[in-house]
């Protein structure tokens, strides 16, 4: 069993940059692969970073790639993504994920934790 909870989130403006962190409870939390997802009313989850369990091998969405970056540190349960160069289009509500697998998973389906998401916006 694994908790999460997502923190970091806010209001910026247009070129900025944002933080976010995920601390999982568990002591196993360097068995799970982690994702990152975003969501706004009316759209499905999509997909925007993925991290293996080592956190040798990630994985981005295409509109988030070259601007946001996932990270980890298993020592301290938590998982990062540093967002720069932030759009207006990236405003949601991002949350977090868990999944046990060797791979990156890119969708919602393949995890089994979830945090409860934090708030992204984006101003222009």
């Known amino acids: 069993q694994v908790q999460l909870v997502e923190s970091g989130g806010g209001l910026v403006q247009a070129g900025g940059s944002l933080r976010l962190s995920c601390a999982a409870s568990g002591r196993t939390f360097s068995s799970y692969g982690m994702g990152w997802f975003r969501q706004v009313p009316g759209k499905e989850r999509e997909f925007v970073a993925a991290?293996?369990?080592?956190?040798?091998?990630?994985d981005y969405a295409d509109s988030v790639k070259g601007r946001f970056t996932i990270s980890r540190d298993n020592a301290k349960n938590t998982v990062y993504l540093q967002m720069n160069s932030l759009k207006p289009e990236d405003t949601a509500v991002y949350y977090c994920?868990?999944?046990?697998?060797?791979?990156?998973?890119?969708?919602?389906?393949?995890?089994?934790?979830w945090g409860q998401g934090t708030q992204v916006t984006v101003s222009s």
């Open positions: 994920a868990a999944r046990l697998g060797a791979a990156n998973g890119r969708t919602w389906l393949e995890y089994n934790y």
């Open positions: 991290i293996t369990w080592s956190g040798s091998i990630t």
